[in-house]
């Protein structure tokens, strides 16, 4: 089938444009605070409304310069060395989600020292908003027409502007099912287990998006200028593997484990 072609302005005020993966991007931290200030009300956490927006920004710059950061290590340290003024161009794309997350982690590390408050109550919390973003993320990658998948025959590829006259699997929609709505119940059936014990949603979370993301990479079209390593795995693989064998060794321990209140 042929790419619906959506605008991906869905807004226009004069010289002013609002794209729709802006759009995701904000829907998906204002779905990051409600779900703080669920939890934080859910688990008696002392945080205040002030708290929970400023941990929200935290991450958020977490998300961006870790997210930026990891894309020009992980996927084209090359070309950024011969092009250091393209180094904050994050307007022309180039995000890690890799790279995000380690970012976020060390902001929620840093808010965490601050405020005083467990670092993993905090990335508990994280841990059952990040799939909201990365849910709506890959639908703004469709709508964007990138991210694309391999050339397929299968009833529902798409021909994807760019992507040549052959249809290619839609994997930003795989990712936005696995990695967004069937890991948000993954995450949360997982803090509610053994009485939502620290640190089972965030160790699910690791688990569950890294083998996601390993299974998802077989349809998505590799980087260019990375391809495959090894003949076989993409850069994304290569960096969920992990994820997946040290999160089910941590939830492992935790569930035979389970540490005392």
Known sequence: MQFPRIDPVFLSIGPLQFRWYGLMYVLGFVGTY??????????????TRDDVADLVFWGAMGVVL??????????????????????LAVWEGGMSFHGGFLGVVASFALFARRKRISFWALI????????VGLGLGR??????????????????????????????????????VLEGLLLFLVVRFFSRTRGGAVGMAGWSFV????????????????????????????????LS????????????????????S
């Open 34 to 47: 409600l779900i703080i200030r669920s939890e934080v009300r859910r688990k008696g956490l002392p945080l």
């Open 66 to 87: 870790g997210g930026r950061l990891g894309y020009i290590l992980f996927y084209n340290p090359g070309f950024y060395l011969e092009n250091p003024l393209k180094l």
């Open 124 to 131: 508990d919390m994280a841990a059952l908003c990040a799939p």
């Open 139 to 176: 639908i703004g990658n469709f709508i964007n027409g990138e991210l694309y998948g391999r050339e397929t025959t299968v009833p529902w590829g798409v021909v994807f502007p760019g992507g040549g006259p052959l249809a290619r699997h839609p994997s930003q929609l795989y990712e936005a």
């Open 207 to 238: 688990a569950g998006y890294g083998l996601f993301r390993f299974i998802v990479e077989f349809f998505r079209q590799p980087d260019a200028q990375v391809g495959f390593l090894f003949g076989l795995f993409s850069m994304g693989q290569i």
């Open 241 to 260: 593997l992990p994820m997946f064998l040290v999160g089910v060794i941590m939830l492992t321990r935790l569930m035979q484990n389970p540490p005392q």
